[in-house]
């Protein structure tokens, strides 16, 4: 197997979470179906201001505009795919693909917008469909970062976009220090029953873990670039909300 066709794992095998590696996609499939039903009240506790707004001004800022076919994958209760549909209006269109089937019975509960359980692995649509892919806080959960990023790269229309959306462990040390007291103050909040509950404390204790041991923005920028991406930018805003863009030149 030569080295553009290994696996790419985001994060190192985490054993508080899970004990063996194989045990990753169930892990992640678990702890998002089982906090579908409080992630959006979760999410406004936790969100550091990457709310809706936020999301929406991202997709603009990377080029979203009216009449785009867009397909959001790890489209969760539908909070990037929200902004979406606002921006590319009646004459464009959004698809919603999600590995949790209580994350996508939350967002059917929202928007009328075609859904799809699926991977962002291995995705159920042909080369040269889409304007527009984005990924919301979501590649920190993938499995194999190659695999998606080729699957990315395959569904989009030559010109046509990637954004993806993430936190990134801050490199600056004073920075980096207060985004973990965050986290560990709002592990403690969230477990409490009644705002969140055991569930949602362990998936905050999974973000953080994750973002700690997630692979550098250079990682990913390279990834991208050898995946065949041109153009491939990082912006980041307070050291820590990165939107990653990058086209199919
Ligand atoms: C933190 S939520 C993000 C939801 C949404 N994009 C947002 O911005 O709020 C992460 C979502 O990724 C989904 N997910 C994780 N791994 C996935 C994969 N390999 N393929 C598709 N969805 C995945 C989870 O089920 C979950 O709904």
Same mark, same amino acid.
């Given at each position: 197997m030569s080295q553009i066709d290994e696996k790419l794992v985001p &994060?190192? &095998?985490?054993k508080q979470f899970y =004990?063996?590696? =194989?045990?990753r996609e169930e892990f992640v499939n678990k702890i998002f179906d089982d906090t579908a039903s409080k992630y959006d009240p979760v999410n406004n506790i936790l969100s550091l201001g990457s709310g809706v707004r936020y999301r929406k001004q991202a997709l603009i800022r990377s080029g979203l505009s009216s009449g785009m076919d867009v397909l959001d994958i790890a489209t969760g209760t539908g909070m990037v795919a929200t902004s979406e549909l606002s921006i590319v209006g009646a004459k464009g269109s959004v698809i919603g693909l999600d590995r949790s089937y209580n994350m996508l019975t939350e967002v059917g509960g929202k928007l009328n917008i075609p859904l799809i359980q699926g991977d962002a692995n291995v995705l159920p649509f042909a080369d040269d469909s889409f304007d527009f892919v984005t990924m919301g806080y979501a590649l920190r959960h993938v499995d194999d970062l190659k695999g998606t990023f080729k699957e990315y790269f395959r569904v989009l229309k030559p010109g046509g976009t990637l954004l993806i959306l993430e936190l990134m462990r801050p490199t600056n040390k004073v920075i980096y220090q207060m985004v973990k007291l965050y986290f560990s103050v709002m592990i403690a909040i969230i477990s409490i029953p009644g705002i969140g509950g055991k569930n949602e404390g362990k998936l905050i204790q999974y973000y953080w873990d994750t973002i700690d041991k997630f692979v550098s923005s250079d990682i990913l920028i390279e990834t991208l670039s050898e995946t065949g991406f041109g153009k491939v930018k990082a912006h980041q805003i307070v050291n820590v909300f990165t939107e990653f863009t990058a086209v199919k030149t």
């Open positions: &994060h190192p &095998h985490l =004990s063996k590696e =194989s045990g």
